[in-house]
């Protein structure tokens, strides 16, 4: 079993920056992958960023590439996701996942991750 408990949310202005963290209980962190999903009110879950465990490989969704960056540390157990040059469409709230996807393709599908985070709430102001 693995609990997800994430952090650094708050409210930035446009163009700020914000690190949120994704802190994880178990010993088998290293083993699965990091997703990062978020979901605006009214809007269903999308996919933002994923990481695979060994940390070789990354995807992003087009909304925010070359904006976002996540990056884990296995021996802390936990995962990042650095958002630069935030927009108000960012705003949402946040979830980590991780789960057992080896597939690139599977990185940005919610259902593949096993497990979830509570959520941290992303504010962007204009």
């Known amino acids: 079993q693995v609990q997800l408990v994430e952090s650094g949310g708050g409210l930035v202005q446009a163009g700020g920056s914000l690190r949120l963290s994704c802190a994880a209980s178990?010993?088998?962190?290293?083993?699965?992958?990091k997703g990062w999903f978020r979901q605006a009110p009214g809007k269903d879950r999308e996919f933002v960023a994923a990481i695979t465990s060994s940390g070789g490989t990354t995807r992003y969704a087009d909304s925010v590439k070359g904006r976002f960056t996540i990056s884990r540390d296995n021996a802390k157990n936990t995962v990042y996701l650095q958002m630069n040059s935030l927009k108000p469409d960012d705003t949402a709230v946040y979830y980590c996942?991780?789960?057992?996807?080896?597939?690139?393709?599977?990185?940005?599908?919610?259902?593949?991750?096993?497990?979830w985070g509570q959520g941290t709430q992303v504010a962007v102001s204009s």
């Open positions: 996942a991780a789960g057992y996807v080896f597939l690139y393709n599977d990185l940005a599908v919610a259902p593949r991750y096993e497990f």
């Open positions: 178990g010993r088998t962190f290293s083993t699965y992958a």
